[in-house]
RNA sequence: GGCGACAUACCCAAGUUGGUAAGGGAUGGCUCUGCAAAAGCCCUAUUCCCCGGUUCGAGUCCGGGUGUCGCCUCCA
């Protein structure tokens, strides 16, 4: 049986993953999103990714309690009182209150991890939630003097946790003096805020009464403060994006390991950028982004986009194409025409040669979820000679992990577009008859007159289908 | 300026401790078809950015070069 190896950015290096003697559960927690605006393609590939994670510890036979944030309160663009509060940016772009914004924005991610069959994890939480757990540990935080006062908050004093730049690697040197940001009233330029004031002339639209006065959470004590309440002080696996490992997640371990003198994490997981084809950045602060909703306007099933994101590492980056983004829909089509007529055939994974099969594929899996390999094994176990029973056996245990619903039809997102539905019946009907009377010419017209409708026409044994051409 | 990643066929992409280039899509060919589409079958890298080196043997290790990109400010 082989293992569960991952790649832990706390060593740099691929490690078996056990639990822990006594620990039931992993104990995963992942950064969600901050709901301010929709999650673009991007954020989605590293959900897509943690979702892997999650089902691949399900398929070694984990349980798993998995916790994702959302983080509904605003932040500055900065540690200094720079730059806008995203939510409030948000409230003033939409119009909408910041509570309704974020309820806005939550709902949305919601739709689309549920059209990407990404599995909710095991608790949400919201940072709006968990304000006095975040009081709590700076409180504990300032107790234990690890914390100074400037005009506008409370800040964390990175020189008191010697390892600070250790799990990032950072040379620290070298950041003071490339530092494109003034430290202001910092200590240095790696301390951050645990709480900051309110201005005192203007109310904020979130605001708390605190033991320092009315503010608001700094943006890394949230992780901490709710992975500890729903997970406790250590956790097994701690993930996010790519872009995490310096800043938040170095500033997570040292305000969480400072405060319970426990190792925040065991494993460290981060998932690479998406990136776009023409060096276009993938960000929400730089206005255009691609969401989920423009794919499918676009005629594409978040399927396609799913497929595509399994199609690589997840720690190498990946380039966003419409091309790569085709090529991923007629790679499914392929796929499904494969495995739909397996859908629904019961059976169980009995021969050697099925058992070999999904030896193979835990293999791929285990060796730190590489699903790129993993498709490749299901594809060739498709062609291989297998009774259909234990193809569609296979089928289902795979798609465990891989999530793409290959055991159900593939559910319809977008309506054909406005088609007369009516006109096409009666076009075939009068094709039909053309066809019947070998007037071939007839016959020809009326498919152009259809593909003009964007509607494509296929003859088979049992009559003419037609469908709705999507996509681009 | 500082730090880092990557470079495999037309495209996406895998390549474990060096042992003789997965898989997918597209293209092309064939079967089928009034013609198409659909379906089925088959083929597609003596070679892994370049130049050296180590080795019996390197895409895989070492050195140098070139190129692309990312981060260093909120960002998955």
């Known amino acids: 049986m082989s293992e569960l190896r991952l790649y832990n950015t706390a060593s740099r290096s ?146 008191k946790f010697k390892r600070y730049a250790d799990f990032a690697r950072l040379d620290i040197d070298s950041l003071q003096e490339g530092a494109r940001v003034d430290k202001g009233e910092k200590h240095n330029i790696t301390d951050f805020a645990l709480w900051k004031f309110s201005p005192v002339e203007t109310r904020r639209a979130m605001e708390w009464p605190s033991p320092w006065g009315v503010g608001f959470p700094g943006w890394h004590i949230e992780c901490s403060a709710m992975a500890m309440k729903h997970l406790g002080q250590t956790l097994d696996i701690h993930c996010g994006g790519t872009d995490h490992v310096r800043i938040h997640h170095t500033n997570e371990i040292a305000q969480s390991e400072c405060a319970t003198g426990k190792p925040f994490a065991r494993f460290w997981m981060h998932g690479e950028f998406l990136r776009m084809g023409e060096s276009a950045k993938m960000s929400k602060s730089s206005g255009e982004f691609l969401t989920l909703d423009v794919l499918i306007r676009d005629g594409f099933h978040p399927m396609e986009y799913r497929l595509m994101a399994l199609t690589s590492h997840y720690r190498n980056y990946l380039n966003f194409s419409y091309d790569a983004l085709e090529n991923a829909r007629e790679s499914l089509k392929a796929l499904r025409k494969k495995t739909d007529p397996l859908i629904g055939q019961g059976g169980s994974i009995g021969s050697t040669k099925a058992k070999e099969w999904q030896a193979k594929f835990r293999e791929a899996i285990g060796d730190d979820l590489n699903t790129s390999k993993a498709l490749g094994i299901l594809n060739l176990m498709l062609k291989d000679t297998l009774q259909d029973y234990e193809k569609s056996a296979l089928v289902r245990d795979f798609d465990s992990v891989l999530g793409l619903g290959l055991d159900t039809p593939l559910t319809v997102v977008r309506e054909a577009a406005s088609v007369d539905a009516a006109k096409v019946e009666a076009l075939l009907v009068e094709r039909k008859e053309a066809r019947a009377s070998k007037d071939f010419k007839t016959s020809d017209r009326i498919r152009d007159e259809l593909a003009a409708m964007n509607v494509v026409i296929k003859d088979g044994p049992q009559g003419t289908t037609w469908e709705v051409k999507n996509g681009k």
């Open 14 to 159: 691929v490690e078996p993953f056990t639990l822990p003697e006594g620990v039931p559960a992993v104990r995963l927690y992942c950064c969600g999103p901050t709901v301010y605006h929709f999650a673009h393609i991007g954020n989605l590939r590293t959900y897509v990714f943690e979702d892997v994670l999650r089902r691949g510890l399900e398929y070694f036979g984990f349980a798993v309690k998995h916790v994702v944030n959302i983080t509904d309160v605003g932040h500055l663009t900065s540690d200094e009182d720079e730059g806008e509060d995203k939510m409030e940016k948000g409230a003033a772009r939409t119009g909408k209150t910041v509570w309704e914004v974020a309820d806005f924005y939550t709902q949305a991610f919601m739709k689309d991890i549920a059209l990407l069959n990404i599995l909710n994890p095991s608790v949400w939480c919201k940072a709006t939630d968990h304000i006095q757990e975040q009081v709590d540990l700076v409180q504990t935080l300032e107790s234990k003097e690890y914390t100074y006062r400037t005009s506008d908050g409370i800040y964390f004093d990175s020189a």
